[in-house]
């Protein structure tokens, strides 16, 4: 079954990488959106329903960490897994967002087979 994902990043070219190494992975992906920041995510998740959202953490307008605030104000986002993707490695932040709501917290770089062991893992928890 192709899984319908929210890729959240400022970079276009990281969310073409991202979208890339879905597919490397062996990941089925279906429908993929697309948002260059939080509110850019928010706004596209209105008229779409999707089973995970991909997000950066340091963007303009709206960051990675008010995004996960807003869809755990939403009955009907809040039970959609974010998995946080970024260069920020410190216990600290990993320890912030997990507790604002992300179900996974993954540090680039990585590989097709990380990103897929951890989507398993994030999606099996929705799904058991």
Not at 43 to 57: M, P
Not at 64 to 78: A, H, I, V, Y
Not at 79 to 102: C, F, N, Q, Y
């Amino acid at each position: 079954m192709p899984y319908s994902v929210m890729i959240v990043d400022d970079s276009a070219v990281m969310r073409g990488f991202i979208r890339r190494v879905l597919t490397l992975s062996g990941f089925e992906v279906g429908e993929c959106l697309e948002a260059s920041n939080g509110e850019e995510a928010l706004a596209g998740l209105e008229g779409h329903s999707v089973d995970v959202i991909l997000t950066d953490i340091n963007m303009p307008k709206m960051n990675g960490e008010e995004l996960l605030r807003r869809l755990e104000t939403d009955s009907r986002l809040r039970s959609v897994p974010t998995l946080v993707i970024s260069t920020d490695a410190t216990k600290a932040r990993i320890l912030k967002m997990l507790s604002l709501g992300a179900q996974g917290y993954m540090t680039k770089p990585f590989s097709p087979e990380a990103l897929h062991e951890e989507l398993e893992r994030v999606l099996g928890e929705r799904n058991a």
